[in-house]
Protein backbone atom coordinates (compact mmCIF):
# COMPACT_ATOMS: atom_id res chain seq x y z
CA UNK A 1 0.00 0.00 0.00
CA UNK A 2 1.63 3.59 -0.57
CA UNK A 3 1.99 6.05 2.18
CA UNK A 4 -0.91 7.85 3.20
CA UNK A 5 -0.67 11.36 3.20
CA UNK A 6 -0.46 13.58 5.88
CA UNK A 7 -3.26 16.12 7.06
CA UNK A 8 -1.82 19.54 7.38
CA UNK A 9 -2.34 19.00 11.16
CA UNK A 10 0.16 16.05 11.32
CA UNK A 11 2.24 18.18 9.03
CA UNK A 12 2.38 21.26 11.82
CA UNK A 13 2.75 18.62 14.50
CA UNK A 14 6.01 17.08 13.19
CA UNK A 15 7.26 20.54 12.04
CA UNK A 16 6.59 21.57 16.09
CA UNK A 17 8.68 18.44 17.03
CA UNK A 18 11.64 20.01 15.12
CA UNK A 19 11.24 22.59 18.04
CA UNK A 20 11.41 20.56 21.48
CA UNK A 21 10.95 24.01 22.87
CA UNK A 22 7.40 24.39 21.05
CA UNK A 23 4.64 24.99 23.53
CA UNK A 24 2.45 24.17 21.05
CA UNK A 25 0.48 27.24 20.85
CA UNK A 26 1.38 28.12 17.11
CA UNK A 27 0.04 24.60 16.57
CA UNK A 28 -2.93 25.36 17.85
CA UNK A 29 -3.09 28.84 15.90
CA UNK A 30 -2.29 27.48 12.87
CA UNK A 31 -5.49 25.14 13.30
CA UNK A 32 -7.79 28.13 13.87
CA UNK A 33 -6.69 29.96 10.67
CA UNK A 34 -7.25 26.28 8.87
CA UNK A 35 -11.15 26.46 10.29
CA UNK A 36 -11.15 30.12 9.24
CA UNK A 37 -9.85 29.27 5.47
CA UNK A 38 -12.30 26.06 5.31
CA UNK A 39 -15.69 27.91 6.34
CA UNK A 40 -14.86 30.78 3.57
CA UNK A 41 -14.01 28.05 1.24
CA UNK A 42 -17.33 26.00 2.16
CA UNK A 43 -19.36 29.92 1.34
CA UNK A 44 -17.39 30.63 -1.51
CA UNK A 45 -18.42 27.39 -3.01
CA UNK A 46 -21.86 27.70 -2.51
CA UNK A 47 -21.98 30.73 -4.77
CA UNK A 48 -25.09 32.05 -5.58
CA UNK A 49 -26.95 29.30 -3.38
CA UNK A 50 -25.68 31.66 -0.25
CA UNK A 51 -27.63 35.03 -1.01
CA UNK A 52 -23.78 36.46 -0.39
CA UNK A 53 -23.61 37.88 -4.08
CA UNK A 54 -22.52 41.35 -4.93
CA UNK A 55 -21.48 44.75 -3.45
CA UNK A 56 -22.03 45.06 0.12
CA UNK A 57 -22.58 48.92 -0.60
CA UNK A 58 -19.99 49.58 2.00
CA UNK A 59 -16.34 50.98 0.88
CA UNK A 60 -13.55 49.49 3.03
CA UNK A 61 -11.07 51.94 4.17
CA UNK A 62 -8.90 51.56 1.13
CA UNK A 63 -11.46 53.42 -0.74
CA UNK A 64 -13.04 50.31 -2.63
CA UNK A 65 -15.95 48.69 -2.85
CA UNK A 66 -16.80 45.94 -0.46
CA UNK A 67 -18.23 42.87 -1.71
CA UNK A 68 -20.82 41.10 0.97
CA UNK A 69 -18.48 38.22 0.99
CA UNK A 70 -15.29 40.25 1.92
CA UNK A 71 -17.54 41.20 5.69
CA UNK A 72 -18.66 37.93 5.97
CA UNK A 73 -14.85 36.27 5.40
CA UNK A 74 -13.54 38.83 7.57
CA UNK A 75 -16.18 38.16 10.12
CA UNK A 76 -15.02 34.43 9.72
CA UNK A 77 -11.44 34.97 10.09
CA UNK A 78 -12.21 37.48 13.42
CA UNK A 79 -14.78 34.85 15.11
CA UNK A 80 -12.98 31.65 14.18
CA UNK A 81 -9.63 32.85 15.56
CA UNK A 82 -10.15 35.30 18.31
CA UNK A 83 -11.31 32.31 20.36
CA UNK A 84 -8.47 30.42 21.01
CA UNK A 85 -6.10 32.66 23.26
CA UNK A 86 -3.36 32.31 21.03
CA UNK A 87 -3.67 35.75 19.64
CA UNK A 88 -2.87 39.53 20.95
CA UNK A 89 -4.56 41.00 18.14
CA UNK A 90 -5.77 40.94 14.09
CA UNK A 91 -5.17 43.21 11.31
CA UNK A 92 -7.01 43.12 8.27
CA UNK A 93 -7.46 44.83 4.97
CA UNK A 94 -11.18 45.51 5.71
CA UNK A 95 -10.64 47.10 9.16
CA UNK A 96 -9.09 50.53 9.15
CA UNK A 97 -8.12 49.98 12.99
CA UNK A 98 -6.25 46.18 14.85
CA UNK A 99 -8.46 44.21 16.58
CA UNK A 100 -7.98 43.35 20.15
CA UNK A 101 -8.81 39.96 21.51
CA UNK A 102 -12.06 40.77 23.28
CA UNK A 103 -11.90 40.68 27.16
CA UNK A 104 -13.72 37.43 27.13
CA UNK A 105 -10.87 35.55 25.73
CA UNK A 106 -7.55 35.06 27.16
CA UNK A 107 -4.51 36.81 25.02
CA UNK A 108 -2.35 35.28 23.66
CA UNK A 109 1.69 35.81 21.92
CA UNK A 110 0.75 36.07 18.13
CA UNK A 111 -0.67 38.99 15.84
CA UNK A 112 -2.54 37.84 12.87
CA UNK A 113 -2.52 40.04 9.63
CA UNK A 114 -5.02 38.67 6.54
CA UNK A 115 -7.22 39.61 3.72
CA UNK A 116 -9.66 37.81 4.26
CA UNK A 117 -10.90 37.61 0.48
CA UNK A 118 -8.19 38.24 -2.31
CA UNK A 119 -9.59 38.93 -5.67
CA UNK A 120 -12.83 39.32 -4.22
CA UNK A 121 -14.29 41.01 -7.86
CA UNK A 122 -13.29 37.59 -9.25
CA UNK A 123 -16.60 36.15 -7.24
CA UNK A 124 -18.84 37.27 -9.20
CA UNK A 125 -17.79 35.46 -12.01
CA UNK A 126 -17.05 32.35 -10.93
CA UNK A 127 -12.97 33.12 -11.13
CA UNK A 128 -10.61 31.95 -8.13
CA UNK A 129 -10.21 33.82 -5.05
CA UNK A 130 -8.17 33.09 -1.95
CA UNK A 131 -7.10 34.24 1.34
CA UNK A 132 -3.94 35.43 2.66
CA UNK A 133 -2.88 35.60 5.96
CA UNK A 134 0.61 36.48 8.06
CA UNK A 135 1.24 35.59 11.87
CA UNK A 136 4.23 37.70 13.63
CA UNK A 137 5.06 38.07 17.52
CA UNK A 138 3.34 40.37 19.59
CA UNK A 139 6.05 42.57 21.01
CA UNK A 140 3.78 43.09 24.62
CA UNK A 141 1.31 41.32 25.45
CA UNK A 142 0.68 42.79 28.85
CA UNK A 143 -1.68 45.60 27.03
CA UNK A 144 -4.31 45.89 24.33
CA UNK A 145 -2.22 45.59 20.66
CA UNK A 146 -1.97 48.92 18.81
CA UNK A 147 -0.74 49.86 15.24
CA UNK A 148 2.92 50.08 16.05
CA UNK A 149 2.91 46.30 17.27
CA UNK A 150 2.35 45.36 13.38
CA UNK A 151 4.63 47.03 12.08
CA UNK A 152 7.03 44.73 11.65
CA UNK A 153 9.26 43.95 8.59
CA UNK A 154 8.32 40.96 6.49
CA UNK A 155 11.47 39.18 7.46
CA UNK A 156 10.07 38.59 10.81
CA UNK A 157 6.99 36.50 10.03
CA UNK A 158 6.81 33.38 11.43
CA UNK A 159 4.50 31.91 9.12
CA UNK A 160 2.89 33.29 6.40
CA UNK A 161 -0.01 31.26 3.77
CA UNK A 162 -2.84 31.69 1.83
CA UNK A 163 -5.69 29.55 0.70
CA UNK A 164 -6.45 29.45 -2.84
CA UNK A 165 -9.94 28.77 -3.68
CA UNK A 166 -10.07 27.21 -7.31
CA UNK A 167 -11.60 24.15 -9.13
CA UNK A 168 -10.04 22.45 -5.80
CA UNK A 169 -9.21 24.67 -2.18
CA UNK A 170 -5.55 24.69 -1.15
CA UNK A 171 -3.83 25.80 2.02
CA UNK A 172 -0.14 26.80 0.89
CA UNK A 173 2.30 27.31 3.79
CA UNK A 174 5.75 28.35 4.77
CA UNK A 175 6.75 27.81 8.59
CA UNK A 176 10.22 29.46 7.27
CA UNK A 177 11.24 25.55 6.21
CA UNK A 178 10.23 25.56 1.96
CA UNK A 179 6.74 25.82 0.88
CA UNK A 180 4.06 23.26 0.74
CA UNK A 181 0.73 22.93 -0.31
CA UNK A 182 -2.23 20.80 1.27
CA UNK A 183 -5.82 19.82 -1.09
CA UNK A 184 -8.25 20.16 0.54
CA UNK A 185 -10.23 16.55 0.56
CA UNK A 186 -14.13 17.56 0.56
CA UNK A 187 -15.04 14.39 1.39
CA UNK A 188 -14.00 14.38 4.87
CA UNK A 189 -12.81 18.05 5.24
CA UNK A 190 -9.05 17.61 6.02
CA UNK A 191 -6.49 19.50 3.91
CA UNK A 192 -3.66 16.72 2.80
CA UNK A 193 -0.20 17.30 2.06
CA UNK A 194 -0.18 16.76 -1.87
CA UNK A 195 2.17 19.68 -3.00
CA UNK A 196 5.67 18.91 -0.53
CA UNK A 197 8.11 21.25 -1.07
CA UNK A 198 6.98 23.87 -3.96
CA UNK A 199 9.67 25.33 -5.73
CA UNK A 200 9.49 28.22 -8.01
CA UNK A 201 11.05 27.16 -11.64
CA UNK A 202 13.46 29.31 -12.30
CA UNK A 203 13.01 28.75 -16.42
CA UNK A 204 10.31 30.72 -17.23
CA UNK A 205 8.25 32.67 -20.51
CA UNK A 206 5.43 33.82 -19.13
CA UNK A 207 4.52 37.36 -17.23
CA UNK A 208 1.69 39.19 -15.53
CA UNK A 209 0.63 43.10 -15.06
CA UNK A 210 -2.46 44.57 -15.43
CA UNK A 211 -1.33 46.36 -19.09
CA UNK A 212 -3.99 48.82 -18.78
CA UNK A 213 -1.36 50.78 -16.89
CA UNK A 214 0.87 50.79 -19.35
CA UNK A 215 1.16 54.56 -19.39
CA UNK A 216 1.83 55.11 -15.86
CA UNK A 217 4.54 52.60 -15.80
CA UNK A 218 8.07 53.86 -15.19
CA UNK A 219 10.66 53.23 -17.72
CA UNK A 220 12.44 49.81 -15.86
CA UNK A 221 8.88 48.56 -16.42
CA UNK A 222 8.44 49.46 -19.27
CA UNK A 223 11.28 48.21 -20.87
CA UNK A 224 11.20 44.95 -19.50
CA UNK A 225 7.84 44.51 -20.51
CA UNK A 226 9.00 45.71 -24.12
CA UNK A 227 11.20 42.86 -24.60
CA UNK A 228 8.90 40.53 -23.30
CA UNK A 229 6.74 41.78 -26.35
CA UNK A 230 9.52 41.51 -28.54
CA UNK A 231 9.82 38.26 -28.27
CA UNK A 232 12.24 35.81 -30.42
CA UNK A 233 12.77 38.94 -32.38
CA UNK A 234 14.26 41.18 -29.02
CA UNK A 235 17.00 40.53 -26.52
CA UNK A 236 15.48 37.93 -24.65
CA UNK A 237 15.39 35.68 -28.17
CA UNK A 238 12.55 33.76 -26.86
CA UNK A 239 8.42 34.31 -26.95
CA UNK A 240 6.63 35.14 -24.22
CA UNK A 241 3.34 34.28 -22.93
CA UNK A 242 1.15 37.04 -20.62
CA UNK A 243 -1.39 36.57 -17.96
CA UNK A 244 -3.79 37.94 -15.76
CA UNK A 245 -6.10 36.55 -13.40
CA UNK A 246 -6.84 39.90 -11.38
CA UNK A 247 -6.38 37.91 -8.16
CA UNK A 248 -2.53 37.91 -6.16
CA UNK A 249 -3.33 34.40 -4.23
CA UNK A 250 -3.84 32.87 -7.69
CA UNK A 251 -1.21 34.76 -9.67
CA UNK A 252 1.44 33.44 -6.84
CA UNK A 253 0.18 30.14 -6.84
CA UNK A 254 0.60 29.93 -10.57
CA UNK A 255 3.93 31.08 -11.00
CA UNK A 256 4.87 28.26 -7.67
CA UNK A 257 3.58 25.83 -9.79
CA UNK A 258 4.81 27.34 -13.29
CA UNK A 259 7.29 29.70 -12.60
CA UNK A 260 6.59 33.15 -14.14
CA UNK A 261 7.01 36.70 -13.13
CA UNK A 262 3.86 39.34 -11.74
CA UNK A 263 4.57 42.69 -11.04
CA UNK A 264 1.89 45.21 -9.60
CA UNK A 265 4.81 47.78 -10.38
CA UNK A 266 5.03 51.67 -8.99
CA UNK A 267 2.79 54.07 -11.17
CA UNK A 268 2.07 57.43 -11.91
CA UNK A 269 -2.04 57.15 -11.89
CA UNK A 270 -1.85 58.26 -8.46
CA UNK A 271 0.93 59.53 -6.80
CA UNK A 272 0.24 59.53 -3.31
CA UNK A 273 0.00 55.46 -3.57
CA UNK A 274 3.12 53.86 -4.16
CA UNK A 275 1.88 50.82 -5.01
CA UNK A 276 -1.46 48.94 -5.28
CA UNK A 277 -0.47 45.52 -3.29
CA UNK A 278 -0.80 46.01 0.77
CA UNK A 279 2.89 45.33 2.55
CA UNK A 280 1.42 44.05 5.99
CA UNK A 281 -1.17 41.14 4.81
CA UNK A 282 -0.37 40.74 0.73
CA UNK A 283 2.99 41.94 -0.62
CA UNK A 284 4.91 40.66 2.99
CA UNK A 285 3.33 36.94 2.96
CA UNK A 286 3.63 36.23 -0.49
CA UNK A 287 7.30 37.36 -0.40
CA UNK A 288 7.98 35.24 2.14
CA UNK A 289 6.57 32.30 0.52
CA UNK A 290 8.28 33.01 -2.90
CA UNK A 291 11.28 33.77 -1.11
CA UNK A 292 10.97 29.94 0.69
CA UNK A 293 9.98 28.84 -3.07
CA UNK A 294 13.55 29.81 -3.98
CA UNK A 295 12.14 32.95 -6.09
CA UNK A 296 12.10 36.92 -5.02
CA UNK A 297 9.96 39.49 -3.89
CA UNK A 298 11.22 42.99 -4.56
CA UNK A 299 9.88 46.76 -4.85
CA UNK A 300 11.70 47.13 -7.85
CA UNK A 301 14.40 48.81 -5.70
CA UNK A 302 15.02 46.36 -2.95
CA UNK A 303 13.63 42.99 -0.78
CA UNK A 304 9.79 43.56 -0.28
CA UNK A 305 10.76 41.68 2.94
CA UNK A 306 13.00 44.17 4.65
CA UNK A 307 10.44 47.36 3.74
CA UNK A 308 9.30 48.27 7.31
CA UNK A 309 6.33 49.31 7.36
CA UNK A 310 4.84 53.24 8.24
CA UNK A 311 0.71 52.16 8.63
CA UNK A 312 -1.51 49.56 8.56
CA UNK A 313 -2.53 49.90 5.30
CA UNK A 314 0.45 50.66 3.67
CA UNK A 315 0.97 50.32 -0.05
CA UNK A 316 4.25 48.79 -1.94
CA UNK A 317 5.26 48.08 -5.00
CA UNK A 318 5.74 44.35 -5.86
CA UNK A 319 7.37 42.20 -8.28
CA UNK A 320 7.78 38.78 -7.69
CA UNK A 321 8.50 35.40 -9.22
CA UNK A 322 11.44 33.26 -10.57
CA UNK A 323 14.94 35.03 -9.24
CA UNK A 324 16.66 35.87 -12.73
CA UNK A 325 13.67 37.53 -13.39
CA UNK A 326 13.94 39.37 -10.42
CA UNK A 327 17.39 40.06 -10.32
CA UNK A 328 17.02 41.28 -13.98
CA UNK A 329 14.16 44.20 -13.44
CA UNK A 330 16.07 45.16 -9.86
CA UNK A 331 19.36 46.17 -12.30
CA UNK A 332 16.65 48.06 -14.69
CA UNK A 333 15.94 50.19 -11.48
CA UNK A 334 19.26 50.65 -10.93
CA UNK A 335 20.22 51.52 -14.48
CA UNK A 336 17.52 53.51 -14.45
CA UNK A 337 17.86 55.38 -11.53
CA UNK A 338 22.21 56.23 -12.71
CA UNK A 339 20.64 56.98 -16.00
CA UNK A 340 22.00 54.10 -18.22
CA UNK A 341 18.90 52.89 -19.43
CA UNK A 342 18.32 55.99 -22.74
CA UNK A 343 16.79 55.41 -25.10
CA UNK A 344 13.84 53.75 -22.40
CA UNK A 345 14.07 56.94 -20.54
CA UNK A 346 13.58 59.84 -22.64
CA UNK A 347 10.21 60.96 -23.51
CA UNK A 348 9.97 60.44 -27.03
CA UNK A 349 10.70 56.27 -26.91
CA UNK A 350 7.85 56.15 -23.95
CA UNK A 351 5.15 57.85 -26.50
CA UNK A 352 5.84 56.00 -29.93
CA UNK A 353 6.67 52.65 -28.31
CA UNK A 354 4.97 49.60 -26.57
CA UNK A 355 1.50 48.61 -27.29
CA UNK A 356 1.07 51.36 -30.10
CA UNK A 357 4.38 50.45 -32.14
CA UNK A 358 3.75 48.57 -34.73
MN1 LIG B 1 -6.23 41.42 -1.88
MN1 LIG C 1 -9.52 41.37 0.01
Known amino acids: MPARQKTLTEFIIQEQRRYPEASGDFTALLNYVRLACKRISFLVGRGALSNLAGGSGAVNVQGEKQMKLDVVANDIFLETSEYGGHLA ?23 LAFDPLDGSSNIDVNASVGSIFSVLLAPDTTRPVTVEDFLQPGARQLCAGYAIYGPTTMLVLTLGNGVHGFTLDRGFGEFMLTHPQM ?103 GRVMDVVPDSLHQRVPLVLGSLEEIERIERYHAEHDQGLDLPFSSPLFRERSLFTEE
Open 89 to 111: GMASEEMDDPYPIPPQYPRGKYL
Open 199 to 301: RVPQETSEFAINASNERFWEPPVQRYVTECRAGRSGPREKDFNMRWIACLVAEVHRILVRGGLFMYPKDSKDPSKPGRLRLLYEASPMAFIIEQAGGGASTGR
